[in-house]
């Protein structure tokens, strides 16, 4: 789930920066619930990392990239028994990528490549 840039009906972020709020397990143990992100919205996501991303049903969250296909993203849990992801899905279309994750800025900073 996100705090920060008031995103257009439909579209992306339009702030360069924000952030994002953890909400639930599914990204434990790396994430945890409370962690606040700060998020790249134009950066182009790629495979590993981790993004905010909107499913079909208007849900916003954060999940890793794990591979392109098509025209869209197939997104991941890092705690593969807890939480909603590609698997229960299918993948997300590009657009519904919004950025990727550059670091957790609260409880305890750290660069995402540490994550």
Do not use: C, Q
Not at 63 to 84: M, P, V
Request: proline share 12%.
């Amino acid at each position: 789930m996100t705090d920060g840039p008031p995103t257009p009906p439909g579209g992306r972020p339009r702030a360069r920066w924000g952030f994002a709020v953890v909400r639930g397990d599914s990204m434990l143990p790396r994430l945890r619930p409370g962690d606040r992100l700060l998020v790249d919205y134009r950066r182009a996501p790629r495979p590993g990392v981790v993004v905010v991303a909107r499913f079909v049903d208007g849900t916003i969250v954060v999940k890793r990239a794990a591979e392109r296909r098509g025209t869209g993203w197939w997104l991941l849990s890092d705690n593969a028994g807890a939480g909603t992801d590609s698997r229960h899905r299918g993948p997300v279309p590009e657009p519904d990528v919004w950025g990727t994750v550059l670091a957790r800025v609260w409880p305890s900073p750290r660069w995402v490549r540490d994550i």
